[in-house]
Every structure is written in C-alpha cells, then in structure tokens.
Nanobody, 119 residues
C-alpha cells in the first residue's frame, strides 16, 4: 500500500505565502513524477504543477512565476508566493508510483489540504 500525506495548508492574506509538503510512504519501487492539483468549489480538479524524477517541471499558466515545485526522496513540495483569492482550493498531492519492479506506474492521491486566500 502507498500513502501520500500532505501538510501546510491554511488561511493566508492576498499577497502572502504558503508552503505545501507531501510525503509518500509504503511499498515504493520507483516514482516517475509527483505533482499538485487543486479543486475549487464548483470546479473541476486542475493541474497546478508537476515534476518528474529527473527534475523537469510543468506549471499551469496562472501560477507561473509565483509557485515553485521541488522534489526530494519520495516527497514533493509547493512553495506558493503572491497568493491570490483565486488560488483558494483544496490542493491534492499526486504521484505516479511503481510498487514492484514488474508493475506499471499507477496514480496515487493524497487526502487534500485546504488553502484559503482571503483578507
């Protein structure tokens, strides 16, 4: 079994910063990529940022220049600066993990952490 545990959400004023962290644990042979997605009320879940095991990053346009994704061993973080009210959402950690050498990669999700940007 694989678990993704997120931390770091909360309430912040516009223009403020937050850092989200996610750690993967359990039976892990390899991780292809990790990332962050978010879902605002009444909207579909959307990609925020991803990073491959080799360090290649991808960001949705609305967060470029404000958010930075980074990875470590079985972990990923998202530094969020210059936060805006429209960044308010539940943020989910995602990882593409192979649990055994003979497996294919599967998607795993964290439980989500609330980020609220409001004055």
């Amino acid at each position: 079994q694989v678990q993704l545990v997120e931390s770091g959400g909360g309430l912040v004023q516009p223009g403020g910063s937050l850092r989200l962290s996610c750690a993967a644990s359990g039976t892990i042979f390899s991780i292809n990529a990790m990332g962050w997605y978010r879902q605002a009320p009444g909207k579909q879940r959307e990609l925020v940022a991803t990073i491959t095991s080799g360090g290649l990053t991808n960001y949705t346009d609305s967060v470029k220049g404000r958010f930075t994704i980074a990875n470590a061993v079985n972990a990923v973080s998202l530094q969020m600066n210059s936060l805006k009210p429209e960044d308010t959402a539940v943020y989910y950690c995602n990882a593409e993990i192979r649990t055994y050498w003979y497996d294919t990669y599967s998607d795993y999700w964290g439980q989500g952490t609330q980020v609220t940007v409001s004055s």
